[in-house]
């Protein structure tokens, strides 16, 4: 149940520490090292490329697994929308490796995909939260997420299992292959663990914000690059889904090709800032929408951080932010739609699991 939690999303935010706890407990042998299934491992390492195949919030973890995976192991990976690979396969490689992501393990779309590569003959591997789902049963493996339950029809904690379980895989996959570690993983999730807790401590600052900037506001924009990128794909669809505020993710840099057209008096702009390499480009495109009238908040990484900001995150190994940074959007969703006086758990017009194509 809910407990003492009006909702389940509210709820689902606040077991992130403890299902990133329960991830590194799950994948650690009693030696206490990272540990998964060799055939995992070997069939990835005869392969030539990735193939992550996903929708909505699934698809956008799969571009901060894309990152890990290719940062990690050195193989290339791209990522796809099931609905949009199915019914238009772009040119495969010789030897694909696919992985499936999907919180329900039963959506229609990524299914059709599993059917095709089946048929084709290539090895497949699926990341869920409910074992024995039908794209576990289908694929030729699967990982569990072990987030538990996901009630809520917007996903929180399965975005942030998902890009925890493909940190674990990168990192056992390089190992394999014999390349030398990029991160403790065990390590620098438990200290992510930490981070997402001091962030939730802080849910009053999103709560206010949300009721000052966007609860009567008709859009917003989320902006950032890079890692930041991947990650405001999926804070905007979290806002849109729950609040109904028109609200776009863009890539910082685009704003000048056209999308700052959109900007007027009082539009929030959303930054997020934890990759140094961009952070001063990134901050530069914040101070270009607020020269156009709108109200900047800026969200960066200790470290980065700026006196103008609306929040500093606690610090985490760079190729981790998301699964911090996501948090305080998370929350900025949550009471976004909570004072806008929407059925937080079952926004309109949509379903948990979306077994049609
Ligand atoms: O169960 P799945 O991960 O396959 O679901 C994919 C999407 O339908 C799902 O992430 C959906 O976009 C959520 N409403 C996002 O919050």
């Known amino acids: 149940g809910k407990g003492t939690y009006p909702y389940y999303m509210a709820k689902e935010i606040d077991e992130q520490p403890a299902v990133m ?14 540990e998964m299934d060799p055939e995992i491992l070997d069939s990835i390492l005869a392969s030539d490329r990735i193939y992550i195949v996903a ?33 238009n396969m772009p040119l495969l490689t010789e030897k694909p490796f696919f992985i499936f992501l999907s919180q329900s393990g039963e ?34 493996f699967t990982l569990l997420l072990y987030a538990g339950p996901e009630i809520a029809v917007a996903s929180t904690k399965a975005y942030t299992a998902q890009i925890a379980v493909m ?14 570690v990029e991160m403790d993983v065990a390590h ?14 802080d849910k009053e600052i999103f709560e206010q914000l949300s009721l000052t900037h966007l609860s009567t506001s008709r859009n917003a924009f989320y902006i950032g690059r890079g890692i930041d990128y991947y990650l405001v794909m999926e804070a905007s669809l979290k806002l849109k889904e729950v609040s109904y505020v028109q609200t776009e993710g863009f ?3 685009e704003l000048k090709h056209g999308t700052i057209a959109l900007i007027e008096d009082n539009t929030p702009v959303i930054s997020i800032i934890t990759d140094k390499k961009t952070a001063g480009h990134t901050r530069g495109n914040a101070h270009e929408v607020i020269s156009r009238g709108a109200h900047s908040m800026i ?18 190994h760079e190729l981790l932010t998301p699964l911090v940074s996501v948090i ?30």
């Open 299 to 316: 969200i960066s990484m200790d470290g980065l951080n700026q006196p103008e900001d609306a929040y500093v995150l606690p610090k985490v």
């Open 167 to 180: 940190s674990i895989l990168a990192e056992l996959t390089a190992k394999a292959k014999g390349l030398p």
């Open 328 to 357: 305080p959007t998370q929350l900025i969703a949550y009471y976004t739609s909570l004072h806008r006086g929407n059925d937080v758990d079952k926004p309109r017009n949509l379903a948990k699991s979306v077994t049609v194509e």
């Open 251 to 253: 890539a910082a840099g």
């Open 188 to 201: 620098e999730l438990a200290i992510v663990a930490s981070a997402i807790e001091s962030v939730i401590d």
């Open 55 to 87: 929708c909505g919030t699934s698809y956008n973890a799969g571009w901060v697994g894309k990152q890990l995976l290719e940062k990690t192991t050195n193989i290339p990976t791209e990522v796809h929308l099931s609905s949009e690979f199915g019914y």
């Open 21 to 34: 706890r329960k991830i590194i407990q799950n994948y650690q042998n009693e030696q206490g090292e990272l």
């Open 107 to 140: 959506t229609a779309d990524s299914r059709q995909v599993l059917v095709q590569v089946n048929e084709m003959g290539y090895p497949s591997l699926t990341l869920t939260n409910v074992p024995g789902s039908t794209l576990s049963r289908e694929a030729q």
